[in-house]
Each structure stands twice: as structure tokens, then as C-alpha cells.
């Protein structure tokens, strides 16, 4: 396989676990661009990256850098996402990918123009546990699915100004932490959901701090999930089917599961991967499909992820002032 040239736009701490991952691969991240070029420096003196770029647009002009990894703020995703794809560049960017539906097709049809690998770093995805449950799942020895239920709880500095609460920064539960909970159920459900309740509880900035979320498709396959930036819960999944259920904590980059069959209760433990290695599943799958190898990168799973976001926001009339 082709030597990849890999550059990170933004240098927190995605990009600190994404330079580390690759160096486990024996890789080094080629560029680094941050909105704070005394940043960007320091990172690069870090993680031995060669180039660092003086303003973003250079990042883009620059011939050697074939992906980006974007993992700036998500209201500034549609900006970069843009301007990296018509420059010919593959990018696999933090999630939120965008703030909607529309931005997402926006870009995927920038992709698909200019013949580019588009991708959100979605680890659920990635995960070899993902992939291994889904045998397990196609094979028919759990029988059909009926009702996945997750929670997913954080306690946030209740400050309004950060990134997880403000609106001007398209903070809330739903983008930062529902789209793990989405992205789990639709990898679980035959089909995307069709039927979408919800109830929110709003912050006083104006942007969602807790929420519960049910749906249902056409197969009438269900799932519940419960979100909150201000009340901690565990990250636990539930994947419930005919002949046994799937329990999975941790579920963002889970390595381990437990399945307890129906029948008399039997418990078997799958383990696959390693959680601390998450960001390199998401690189060497991006890196197969960009050399035009299985494209393991399911864009059509976060565009189905990003149709509920936004058909929920929507429900809830809340709209960031980038979409006003």
C-alpha cells in the first residue's frame, strides 16, 4: 500500500491520540495547521511532525499532504470540509462531521465530484468489536433484533461559554455525545429509523443539556437512548435480539462484550481489539479505502446518523446562528 501523507487540522487532543496512534503504526503525521501557530509549533516539537503551516489554506495548497484529519470545532467543519475537498484532498473528520443535514450533503457531493474519500471518525465504525459482533449478528445465532437501548452521561462544567454548552461553539448533548448513541444503534439496525420522538430539557445558553431519544423502522426494530451533559451515566449499550441480548459499557471504543443467551442464560464473552488503539483502526480502514481497497469508512451510516440529528433539532426548533 502507498505511503499516505496524513496532516491535522486542529492540535488538541484528538490530534495528540492521532500522532500517537500513528506512531504505534511506525508512521509520523506529516502537518500540522491550528487557529494558534505557537500551538501548532509546540505540537510539532512534540510528535516530530515536519511541517507546520502558517495559515490553513496552505495545508490545502500543499501537493505532498493526500488526508486531512479535521478536528476543529464541528461549526467550522462545512468551512474546512469545503475548502479541503475541492483541493483534492481525502478527510476524515471529527464528529460531529457537520452541524446538518444539508451541510452533509453539501460536502459528500464535493466528495463524490472531485472523486475523494469523505469520512466522519466515528470509532463505533472502526472498532474490530463492531465488526466481530456483526458476524456474530449476520450468522443468525441471536435471531432477529428487537430493541437497542443506550445511555450516555457526562457532568460538564456548567458553564455556559465552553465548547459544551455554548451556541455560538454548536455545543449540546445531542451533536457532542448523541451521535456516539446514533451511531451505535444504526450500526445494530437493519434500517434507518423512520419513526423519531424526543423530549429536551434546554440549558440556559439555549442548546440541549439532556435528552431522550425513541425510535423505531420499518422492520419495527426500536431503540431508546438517554443523553445528558450535566448528570453522569455510564456508556453502557444494549443490543437485545430473539435468542440472547449484547451488553457492551464504554460502548465509544469498546474492545469487549458480553452476550447472555435466552435459552439458559449462557454468557460468552467476545473480546477484539484494543481500545487504546482507536484512532488507528480509523486510520488504517481510511487508508484502505482511499487507495481504492473495501470502503469500510460508512458515510451512508453517518448521513442516516446526521438525518436524525437534524430532523430532532428540528422537532426541538433548535438552530445554531450558523443556521439561522
Given at each position: 500500500m502507498k505511503e499516505y501523507c496524513w496532516a491535522a487540522l486542529g492540535c488538541g487532543e484528538i490530534a495528540r491520540q492521532l500522532a500517537e496512534n500513528m506512531k504505534k503504526w511506525g508512521k509520523t503525521l506529516y502537518g500540522v495547521g491550528n487557529r494558534s501557530y505557537e500551538n501548532a509549533v509546540k505540537f510539532a516539537e512534540t510528535y516530530g511532525v515536519e511541517k507546520v503551516y502558517d495559515h490553513v489554506q496552505d495545508m490545502f495548497r500543499d501537493d505532498k499532504v493526500d488526508i486531512i484529519y479535521l478536528s476543529t470545532p464541528h461549526n467550522t467543519h462545512i468551512k474546512y470540509l469545503i475548502e479541503a475537498l475541492n483541493s483534492g484532498k481525502h478527510v476524515l473528520c471529527e464528529k460531529s462531521i457537520t452541524l446538518n443535514s444539508h451541510e452533509l450533503s453539501e460536502?459528500?457531493?464535493?466528495?463524490?465530484?472531485?472523486?475523494?474519500?469523505?469520512?466522519?471518525?466515528?470509532?463505533?465504525?472502526?472498532?474490530?468489536?463492531?465488526?466481530?459482533?456483526?458476524?456474530?449478528?449476520?450468522?443468525?445465532?441471536?435471531?432477529?433484533?428487537?430493541?437497542?437501548?443506550?445511555?450516555?452521561?457526562?457532568?460538564?462544567?456548567?458553564?455556559?461559554?465552553?465548547?459544551?454548552?455554548?451556541?455560538?461553539?454548536?455545543?449540546?448533548?445531542?451533536?457532542?455525545?448523541?451521535?456516539?448513541?446514533?451511531s451505535f444503534a444504526r450500526w445494530f439496525m437493519t434500517e434507518t429509523p423512520d419513526q423519531i420522538l424526543s423530549q429536551v430539557k434546554f440549558a440556559p445558553s439555549g442548546v440541549d443539556e439532556q435528552a431522550g431519544i425513541l425510535l423505531m423502522n420499518k422492520q419495527q426494530e426500536m431503540a431508546s437512548i438517554s443523553l445528558s451533559l450535566h448528570a453522569k451515566q455510564p456508556k453502557r449499550g444494549t443490543v437485545a435480539f430473539d435468542k440472547g441480548h449484547i451488553e457492551i459499557y464504554e460502548y465509544p471504543r469498546a474492545d469487549k462484550a458480553v452476550i447472555t443467551y435466552t435459552e439458559d442464560n449462557r454468557q460468552e464473552v467476545i473480546e477484539a481489539g484494543n481500545t487504546d488503539d482507536a484512532l488507528l483502526y480509523e486510520i488504517l480502514d481510511m487508508e484502505k479505502a482511499v487507495?481504492?481497497?473495501?470502503?469500510?469508512?460508512?458515510?451512508?451510516?453517518?448521513?442516516?446518523?446526521?438525518?436524525?440529528?437534524t430532523r430532532i433539532r428540528n422537532d426541538w426548533n433548535m438552530k445554531y446562528p450558523e443556521e439561522s
Open positions: 460536502a459528500a457531493g464535493l466528495a463524490d465530484q472531485n472523486n475523494l474519500v469523505l469520512a466522519e471518525a466515528m470509532t463505533v465504525y472502526h472498532m474490530p468489536l463492531y465488526k466481530k459482533l456483526k458476524e456474530i449478528i449476520t450468522s443468525g445465532q441471536l435471531g432477529p433484533l428487537r430493541f437497542v437501548q443506550l445511555n450516555f452521561g457526562s457532568y460538564k462544567d456548567y458553564n455556559m461559554e465552553n465548547r459544551f454548552f455554548s451556541r455560538n461553539l454548536a455545543g449540546g448533548a445531542l451533536l457532542d455525545i448523541g451521535v456516539y448513541a446514533l487507495s481504492g481497497g473495501c470502503n469500510e469508512m460508512h458515510l451512508e451510516y453517518t448521513s442516516d446518523v446526521m438525518n436524525m440529528m
